[in-house]
């Protein structure tokens, strides 16, 4: 069945270094949609981005991704973490119906 | 824009209790969500509805029952609290019919916890 798989369920970095999470599924379908979905501390779960297209980077509030289907991977990236990047993030799959989701990595930026 | 409304907030139950979670959304979205979230486990599907009277079963739904009364509302009903219980169940919505492209949309959850 579809699935996706986050390694790393904590991740900890200084404040200024760059940020990779890294996001692998698993799909029946040729065309999958692929999230990356943040939670901040005691509120609900928000989309931070999606893609659809293969080898096509998306940007978003500093942070991007690389839907590529060859590897089926889709790894989180920014530049240069901030303190309140610090958040739970997670990779999401749609298989036209529903999303599921990844176990999550927990990312905290510390000074 | 739109709220999603979870009741209650904090939930207390005994075990083989029955206990039953609300959920209100003002999207006018056509489907509907139950998710568990479990740390280190991730959010995982307990039901779904894409429409009013509609129930679709997700990875979890053993030991769940849900209902969609109508558009707007997805009740969740847990058939028997087991001790030691403790997660939080999150509601969320989303347009149908959009090939895949789906934007979920969260409440803010309600936490169980059995005693």
């Known amino acids: 069945g579809d699935s996706v798989t986050q390694t790393e369920g904590l991740v900890t970095l200084t404040e200024g270094l760059p940020v990779m999470l890294n996001c692998t599924y698993q799909?029946?379908?040729?065309?999958?949609?692929l999230f990356w979905y943040v939670q901040h501390l005691n509120e609900s779960p928000r989309l931070l981005l999606k893609?659809?297209?293969?080898?096509k980077r998306t940007e978003h509030q500093g942070f991007h991704a690389t839907l590529h289907k060859s590897s089926s991977s889709f790894h989180l990236q920014k530049s240069s973490a901030q303190l309140s990047d610090s958040a739970l993030y997670y990779c999401?799959?749609?298989?036209?119906?529903?999303?599921?989701f990844g176990s999550g990595t927990k990312l905290t930026v510390e000074p | 824009g739109g709220i999603i409304t979870q009741t209650p907030k904090f939930l207390i139950g005994q075990e083989g209790q029955k206990l039953t979670l609300k959920c209100q959304q003002n999207?006018?979205?056509?489907?509907m969500y139950w998710y568990r979230q479990d740390s280190g486990k991730g959010l995982r599907l307990i039901y779904y509805?894409?429409?009013?009277?509609?129930?679709q079963k997700g990875d979890l739904s053993e030991g769940y029952d849900a209902s969609r009364e109508k558009k707007s509302s997805f009740s969740l009903t847990v058939t028997s609290a087991q001790k030691n219980e403790m997660a939080v169940f999150l509601c969320?919505?989303?347009?149908?019919?959009?090939?895949?492209?789906?934007?979920?949309?969260f409440g803010h959850g309600t936490k169980l916890s059995v005693l």
């Open positions: 969320a919505s989303s347009i149908m019919g959009t090939g895949g492209n789906e934007r979920l949309f």
């Open positions: 799909t029946i379908y040729s065309n999958p949609f």
């Open positions: 893609s659809f297209t293969d080898n």
């Open positions: 999401a799959l749609s298989n036209y119906n529903v999303l599921y």
């Open positions: 999207f006018n979205h056509d489907t």
């Open positions: 509805s894409i429409t009013e009277n509609d129930l």
